[in-house]
């Protein structure tokens, strides 16, 4: 019982150190399961996307791309998904922003103004991002959402 | 039999146009089965690394980034797959001749004189490329010759 | 007494050249009071930003990003201080432009068109500018003044 | 006693989630620290010099321009500490392979084959790196080690 005590009193500023000073991130498996989500979903209705999810630092750790998508959406999918990183926001703030006229914002480095890109929150983290683009901009949205709600 | 022999003469030219202006593409189902078997490759070593496969536009299909990759290596996977697929030959050919002595190949615009990228070829044509860098350069042209036995 | 005169005829020379073709400069001890003032205005909100410090030529020579600032901002704050330094003007008046319709303003390399990039001046001439992103943009430029005012 | 048993088996998960599945970061206090430590030892020997602090994801959070510093060496201090965070690996690394006749490491993208960018690690978890440049490399890196042991 005294070696109990002793491993939690030790474990105390492990634990504390953990809160204070570490962060949740996305792994490779997590990513698989919402990309494998937003494919189906694509899949129902035979649209082709690119789908590219991002970490929490906006480096890519899993992109695919269906065939017959355009070429132009493998760049797409990953901008909108970096700007979600960068801004922590998804990119239909910004679209939103822009449909009521603040067409200032198209002057920020690495904002995207279209549908499409959805930041991931961990314990209040934004640990990364998916990105989708190929159909129209509502629809890579609901790709987006698809894929997130298997997290 | 006069119909079939009219469909029969009107079908020629354009089956012979299909027979010479066609080429062969990779795709998603065939990069997914390239990248199983590479990262298959790559757990039997604990090896991590990111694993990258390009269509023959040299446009990203397929990127996979396993946990605890180096960040570096995303950009540095894609690089050696695009090199590949720019240049028809793997970043090897141009290792060698820089190990040679030819260092006037780093001034050429995309080409990685790394070992780890592998062009894909399917009826003498250039269909695409795998890209892998994590660990040292000959392991991940190992993790990228076992990727390619998957096709 | 001769020799003191000899001295003071040979220096005018030389100091009406100071005076012609000198410009004043930022130094870095300026540059970290600046940047003081304006972190301690954003604490005072609970407000997370990046501060950035541009020279006259454009030159990042100081940048703080508090924790917890989407790493957007990293870009954006020196995007801005760019932006105010190269057309020594505050990004406001390039915000207040394209709200006016002045979306043209958009195409113009370097600039930006939101609040929160100041530019610097000593004796008419531009010698640098701060940048502020993190918070809403009237937030990132009640900041950018904060930190001026301690100059 | 019992709530104390209680406490330990409740800490259990907590625990593991945070060993599993978080990972520690640096912060602007131990940036400014480590800066603060490098700056000191540039002043030692009059060094004017550019030092950079990145996060995990190669991301600028602290940059101080001593005076007089070259221009060029603001992006090569970034440069520095990016290939550093990028790789896991000091630049001297790289710069050791180059003078040994490795030249091939030239056409990595972000590898820079200069001393005085190095990792910082904790727990396993490359957390960041510093940059340092403005006099020989071999004297960035000295003031990059005393910033370093500042943490």
Redo the contacts between chains.
């Keep these: 019982?005294k070696k109990?005590?002793l491993?939690?009193l030790c474990?105390i500023p492990?634990?504390s150190l953990?809160?204070n000073?570490?962060?949740?991130?996305l792994?490779?498996e997590e990513a698989k399961r919402i990309v494998d989500a937003a494919e189906e979903r694509a899949l129902q209705d035979n649209w082709n996307v690119v789908i590219a999810i991002l970490?929490?630092?906006?480096?890519?750790?899993?992109?695919?791309?269906?065939?017959g998508t355009q070429?132009g959406s493998?760049e797409v999918a990953q901008a909108k998904a970096k700007?979600a990183?960068?801004?922590?926001r998804p990119t239909k703030v910004f679209e939103d922003l822009v449909n009521a006229?603040?067409?200032?914002?198209?002057?920020?480095?690495?904002?995207v103004a279209v549908e499409g890109g959805i930041p991931i929150f961990k314990d209040g983290v934004?640990i990364g991002a998916i990105g989708v683009s190929g159909v129209t901009s509502a629809q890579d949205a609901i790709i987006a959402e698809a894929g997130l709600k298997a997290l």
Tied chains: 1, 2, 3, 4.
Excluded at 21 to 25: A, D, F, G, L, S
Excluded at 85 to 88: A, L, M, R, S, Y
């Design positions: 019982m109990l005590l491993l939690i474990s492990l634990l953990a809160q000073h570490t962060q949740p991130y792994n490779l970490d929490g630092g906006g480096h890519l750790i899993y992109l695919r791309k269906m065939d070429i493998v700007s990183v960068f801004f922590k006229g603040n067409t200032r914002i198209l002057s920020l480095p690495n904002a934004c």
